[in-house]
């Protein structure tokens, strides 16, 4: 099979995060998904340190849950629960992946749920926007059924079993759990 070629040649003797930390720009997507995004909430937080994908959150809640200096325990002390939407894009192959968020306390310990589609009927939108940022960049959107099929014979790392394609793509703990 071509692809299983294709993946044990692209892993074996790379260091792929060296060369997303060295070589890539983590804004590459930034401006293209502000197109879609503009005044969204919008919050760049790739870092290749531990993912192979840029990495985009929206502050659905408007409270300001990814800015530099707040913290998620002292906004979750005057909410019940904080929404965000998690957006990956893949630097090894034309995919996206989504995740909506729900963050809130129990015993002063932040929890979060997650989910393939929004908590509530009016962030709906959101797909559409994704939808459309997906298709302007040649993308596709991947389901969570597609990220925790496991890829035959490929393994990452020091791995006991078969990758993930979202292992494979994106990063090595699931987005959608």
Same mark, same amino acid.
């Not at 993308?139 to 393994?155: A, C, E, F």
């Not at 791995?159 to 990063?171: H, M, P, R, S």
């Given at each position: ?73 002292? %906004?979750? $002390?005057?909410?019940? *629960?904080?929404? /965000?939407?998690?957006? +990956? =894009?893949?630097?090894? @192959?034309?995919? &996206? ?29 959101? %797909?559409? $926007?994704?939808?459309? *940022?997906?298709? /302007?960049?040649?993308? +596709? =959107?991947?389901?969570? @059924?597609?990220? &925790? ?29």
């Amino acid at each position: 099979m071509k692809a299983l070629e294709y993946v044990h040649k692209f892993y074996q003797g790379w260091d792929i995060k060296d060369l997303l930390i060295n070589y890539v720009d983590r804004d590459f997507w930034t401006e293209k998904i502000n197109e879609f995004f503009s005044g969204d909430w919008l919050y760049n937080r790739t870092d290749f340190t531990n993912s192979k994908c840029f990495k985009f959150f929206i502050d659905l809640s408007r409270c300001g849950l990814y800015e530099e200096n707040n913290n998620i325990e002292d %906004l979750l $002390k005057n909410k019940e *629960f904080v929404y /965000s939407l998690e957006i +990956q =894009i893949s630097t090894i @192959d034309s995919y &996206i992946c989504c995740a909506f968020k729900r963050h809130f306390l129990i015993d002063d310990l932040v929890q979060s749920d997650k989910a393939e589609s929004p908590w509530f009927q009016e962030d709906e939108i959101y %797909l559409e $926007k994704l939808s459309g *940022f997906a298709e /302007s960049i040649s993308h +596709q =959107i991947l389901s969570r @059924d597609d990220l &925790i099929r496991r890829l035959p014979g490929v393994r990452l790392d020091s791995a006991k079993n078969d990758a993930t394609i979202y292992e494979f793509l994106f990063a090595d703990d699931l987005i959608s759990e």
